[in-house]
């Protein structure tokens, strides 16, 4: 059985040979949610954003919800939002915010293997995390009716 008590960390490291293929695609110009982000010196979710922004969000609930939904907002200013989120199609987010306002839903084959601090406060970098994941771009620059849904 599963140790539900252990303290689970929020903060993970995109693993860098993917956050370059995804920069060199997409060129950002802003991460809203940087790993290990200071958040004295600023808040992703309490500024206005760059034109071209990638999200590896904390995956806790309430702030992976906030900031999707704060995805969506810049995104419909007309700026180019790119999030990694954990694979979860059963939930009302995945529903209410999600599948209405991404132009692409791009499913990863695989799991990444994310670098960050594990529940047992061990560094770790060599192993995989516990969802799949999916990459969704919020772009209404270039609306469509349904998101273009993706396996890769």
């Given at each position: 059985?599963?140790?539900?008590?252990?303290?689970?960390?929020d903060?993970?490291?995109?693993?860098?040979?993917?956050?370059?293929?995804?920069?060199?695609?997409?060129?950002?110009?802003?991460?809203?949610?940087?790993?290990?982000?200071?958040?004295?010196?600023?808040?992703?979710?309490?500024?206005?954003?760059?034109?071209?922004?990638?999200?590896?969000?904390?995956?806790?609930?309430?702030?992976?919800?906030?900031?999707?939904?704060?995805?969506?907002?810049?995104?419909?200013?007309?700026?180019?939002?790119?999030?990694l989120?954990?694979?979860?199609?059963?939930?009302?987010?995945?529903?209410?915010?999600?599948?209405?306002?991404?132009?692409?839903?791009?499913?990863?084959?695989?799991?990444?293997?994310?670098?960050?601090?594990?529940?047992?406060?061990?560094?770790?970098?060599?192993?995989?995390?516990?969802?799949?994941?999916?990459?969704?771009?919020?772009?209404?620059?270039?609306?469509?009716?349904?998101?273009?849904?993706?396996?890769t």
């Amino acid at each position: 059985m599963k140790n539900r008590n252990l303290n689970h960390k929020d903060d993970w490291q995109t693993p860098p040979a993917y956050l370059e293929q995804l920069r060199k695609k997409y060129q950002f110009d802003f991460d809203p949610c940087p790993y290990k982000h200071n958040l004295d010196l600023w808040d992703g979710l309490e500024i206005d954003w760059g034109e071209r922004n990638f999200i590896n969000p904390p995956y806790s609930r309430h702030l992976k919800e906030a900031f999707v939904i704060k995805a969506v907002e810049q995104s419909l200013q007309g700026k180019l939002c790119v999030c990694l989120l954990p694979v979860s199609t059963s939930t009302n987010l995945f529903h209410k915010h999600i599948l209405p306002y991404a132009s692409e839903i791009r499913f990863l084959k695989g799991r990444l293997k994310f670098i960050g601090v594990n529940a047992n406060g061990e560094p770790v970098n060599n192993k995989t995390g516990q969802h799949d994941s999916m990459l969704v771009t919020f772009d209404w620059r270039n609306p469509v009716k349904f998101p273009q849904l993706i396996i890769t």
